[in-house]
């Protein structure tokens, strides 16, 4: 099985030079268990964070499309396969906004949706028939739906000390890092910073930061704003996104990814709690809050990352960097229940992210520069040992292609 590699180049204080091959036993083969090796760079670019395919490219057809977010540069580029190994930009890079760092494409292809972390930005660009990117539309900012009451540092919903954890976290990371770690301990700085109270300073506390994008059935899209604590959905329109509602988290919480369950149940793992929240649609079409559960025994610091479900959808796993773990879930009832099953070792340091092919999961490690697989237990559904691993530069991003 081939895999492509989104990473950090040296404008993030990475490793990468682009966009990377990692290959997991046979290279055609479906399955990804066996030994991993890293091949090579298949397109020169910088800070390619995040990577998705256009319809119908996850196999990478000979003119399979697969859009990249450039994370330091703000921008969107559409990479056209080349070769087998190869691939070339597509048309001009698309503005889209500071540390843009997700990208997620239309079902029929007729548009993306990139988010934002630096500025908040969710961004609708139209694609062609080819598959080429055009005509950012920005949509409309979001709002703190928790007002002041998200300003003062101490989360109230769950009592984290939102500055302790960012202090934690971005000393964890590291210096390369660090600039990538929510500003939530801002409200220790003295007047003299030019931010001293009023409704700038809270904006300052607590800015936007979208973060994902998913489609779900009959066109809806939902959005993370990480800042905010907010989960917003949407409908495309003639002039771009249209807002048709929201759920707001606890304070605190910073909803970072999502997976939309075949029970029609939408999952959120948040970042700073490091909690899973289920989201379901009222007989009115409103989305609401219905359930949630810890990931587990976490630590003060920890962050959580990427949300992925198992093959049945019995399971879901969530990354956490700090204490390197994988989170295990079973989904429960209706799949509105989840609950925690295990917590177990994620093989690498800072799991930024990871993808489900078939039993394996495969681990991108971000600052231990490899990429490892662990046998999922078809019982338990708990990750087990590192089975295999290979050093990557500073994996970000993991898109399984054939």
Known sequence: MRALLGGYTADTGGNASGIGMLVAGL???ASAGGALAFTGEVATAD?????????????VAPSGVVYAALE???QVQAFRRTGE???APFGDPIDAGEAVCHVAV????RFLVASCWGDGRVVRMTLDASGRPSAPVIAPAAVDPHGDEGAPVADRAGDIDLAAAARALREAAGEEYAHLVPEHDRAESSPADGNAGGADAASDLRPSRAHAAVFLPGGLIATTDLGYDLVRFWRDGATGLRAVGQVALPVGSGPRQMVWHPSGHLYVVTELSCELFVLAPASDGTWKLVGGTPLGPTLPGDAAAELATSRDGEFLYAGVRGSNTIATLRVRGAGELVSPVALVDAGVDWPRHHVVVRDVLLVAGQLSNEVASLTLDVRTGV???VRH???APSPTCLLPVR
Do not use: K, N, V
Request: glycine share 12%; aromatic share 6%.
């Open 27 to 29: 290279a055609d083969d």
């Open 47 to 59: 800070s390619p964070s995040w990577l998705a395919p256009h319809p119908g490219s996850l196999t």
């Open 72 to 74: 330091h540069r703000g």
């Open 85 to 87: 190994a190869a691939f």
């Open 106 to 109: 239309s079902p029929d292809g």
């Open 383 to 385: 990750p087990g040992r």
């Open 389 to 391: 691993r290979a050093e």
